[in-house]
């Protein structure tokens, strides 16, 4: 695939080929920041941005039609559904990803841990994802782009189902958002 690098300073950017094992190199001025993109047909990218300080990285996120792309750090109050300021930093991410790709449809996928009854959970889950969707209309993106669908309790990533005692980090693990890519050109 092409790999673009973009010099925030002077705003020179540098394509390349990636190799067969998708590594690429590029020559860079330690004093500037950059951003990086990919671009492959039928694809899409998040994008990535490496500062002069080290922070960032390299890695390139793709996906395609179909593809789930977990949001990290979409935390919710217990039994709630409000969006709150961190939940928002990392929901601003989608914005700009929807606004990059024009013609993207996705789903917001909300999930919970398994306290609680499944018909709750299901509830739950539903709300926090229309609650997202709101957000992202508030942001501009139309609602056309957007399904909102819980999922509740049935997708676990876990074993920590209903009676298995397991502590708060694993069912943290489970309650989380995710975007489904359901039209991407």
Do not use: W
């Not at 950017?13 to 951003?35: R, V």
């Not at 671009?39 to 395609?64: A, P, Q, R, Y």
């Not at 919710?76 to 700009?96: G, M």
């Amino acid at each position: 695939m092409k790999v673009v690098i973009v010099n925030e300073c002077d705003g020179i950017s540098q394509e390349t080929t990636t190799g067969p094992d998708g590594s690429y190199t590029f020559a860079i001025n330690p004093d500037c920041d950059y951003l990086l993109e990919a671009i492959k047909n039928n694809m899409g990218t998040m994008g990535s941005h490496i500062t002069k300080d080290g922070s960032g990285s390299g890695d390139l996120t793709m996906f395609k039609k179909g593809d789930v792309i977990k949001i990290d750090n979409i935390y919710y109050d217990l039994n709630k559904a409000t969006i709150r300021s961190d939940a928002a930093i990392e929901l601003n991410k989608v914005v700009t990803l929807l606004t990059k790709y024009p013609t993207m449809t996705i789903e917001m996928r909300s999930h919970t841990d398994s306290r609680a009854t499944d018909k709750y959970n299901k509830i739950l889950s539903s709300n926090r994802a229309k609650s997202a969707i709101a957000y992202l209309k508030s942001k501009g993106i139309a609602s056309k782009r957007m399904v909102a669908t819980g999922y509740g309790e049935s997708a676990l990533l876990n074993k920590c189902k209903d009676g298995v005692n397991c502590p708060e980090e694993e069912h943290q693990q489970n309650r989380r958002t995710e975007i489904k890519i359901l039209k991407l050109n």
